[in-house]
């Protein structure tokens, strides 16, 4: 973003009910199909997959696993020591 428009955006700031309709009119739901499973996982097709298998130089495992609170803090919207949200 050139620091013109960064300036500008900083002036006039989008109104929240601009705000909200891009969750709908940005949202990828039912894009491919009611039925689906994946999401924008189906971006990633076979080819994307042996294009990025050639940028491997070294085998190393990167986890992709994010740490999870065991303990509630106040303002918390479940429990996550419990089975149900």
Not at 24 to 31: E, I
Not at 38 to 47: A, E, F, Q, S, V
Not at 49 to 73: F, H, M, P, Y
């Amino acid at each position: 973003m050139s620091d013109v428009r960064r300036e500008d955006a900083m002036r006039n700031p989008p109104s929240e009910a601009e705000v909200l309709s891009w969750f709908d009119r940005l949202s990828n739901w039912s894009r491919w199909g009611s039925d689906d499973q994946l999401g924008t996982l189906n971006l990633i097709t076979r080819d994307h997959r042996r294009k990025a298998a050639r940028l491997v130089v070294e085998g190393l495992n990167v986890s992709c696993a994010w740490d999870i609170r065991a303990i509630t803090q106040e303002g918390d919207h479940f429990d996550l020591r419990s089975d149900t949200c």
